[in-house]
């Protein structure tokens, strides 16, 4: 089954103590992104990458890291997780970043609680 | 201004009608644009991509998209109470990035 994945489901953790949540994808897409979804705020992209090797930011990178060693994952990591990073995060992906195929897909998402 | 704006709603529609969603955006040469279904705690599900102007339809869902007006609609035909959620907006900006903005998301309530 085509698919997103991202492990853990549900995290509770303490101020900064490192945590990284796992995306994973079977689809052989090229792009992959990170997003938080906030009350109020709505979908918010925090990085990105277009292919192995290649990441940046997007509009919330502050506090994260990302990195993309194999085409099918792209690891979301809190060195330092702060209250204010409790979110529920989604990892998605897409064949393109843009024209034809560029539908993302996301995972069933992360809600991370930092006290 | 908004990049992407919806009407929070609640719309609340009848069992068997037609619920209409809009959302405008203001980047003009945005060129991709989405319509996702998300249920409370869930992950957004995409049910429409347009991509040219005009009309496309697929099982009880319709997009439409006008890129003059800045603005794109979903119609659900035959709302059906399984079809209450929360419908996002999202339009991939211009350039590369791939980087989708969302709207803040309309909520229907599809009432038996």
């Known amino acids: 089954e085509a698919q997103v994945t991202q492990n853990p489901r549900y995290l509770i953790t303490v101020t900064g103590k490192k945590l990284t949540v796992t995306c994973s994808q079977n689809?052989?897409?090229?792009?992959m992104s990170w997003y938080r979804q906030d009350p109020g705020l709505g979908l918010r992209q925090i990085y990105y990458?277009?292919?192995?090797?290649?990441?940046d930011k997007g509009d919330v990178p502050e506090g994260y890291k990302v990195s993309r060693k194999e085409k099918r994952n792209f690891p979301l990591i809190l060195e330092s997780p702060s209250p204010n990073q409790t979110s529920l995060y989604f990892c998605?992906?897409?064949?393109?970043?843009?024209?034809?195929?560029?539908?993302?897909?996301f995972g069933p998402g992360t809600r991370l609680t930092v006290l | 201004q908004k990049e992407v704006e919806q009407n929070s709603g609640p719309l609340s529609v009848p069992e068997g009608a037609i619920a209409s969603l809009n959302c405008t955006y203001s980047?003009?040469?945005?060129?991709?644009f989405f319509w996702y279904r998300q249920y409370s705690g869930k992950s957004p599900e995409l049910i429409m991509s347009i991509y040219s102007n005009g009309d496309k339809e697929d099982g009880r869902f319709t997009a439409q998209l006008n890129k003059a007006s800045q603005y794109v609609s979903l119609l659900i035909r035959d709302s059906q109470p399984s079809d209450s959620a929360t419908y996002l907006c999202?339009?991939?900006?211009?350039?590369?990035?791939?980087?989708?903005?969302f709207g803040q998301g309309t909520t229907l309530q599809v009432k038996p």
């Open positions: 990458s277009m292919n192995v090797e290649v990441t």
């Open positions: 980047d003009r040469v945005s060129q991709s």
């Open positions: 999202a339009v991939n900006r211009s350039g590369n990035t791939g980087k989708l903005i």
């Open positions: 998605a992906s897409s064949l393109h970043a843009s024209g034809s195929y560029n539908e993302q897909f």
């Open positions: 689809m052989n897409h090229e792009y």
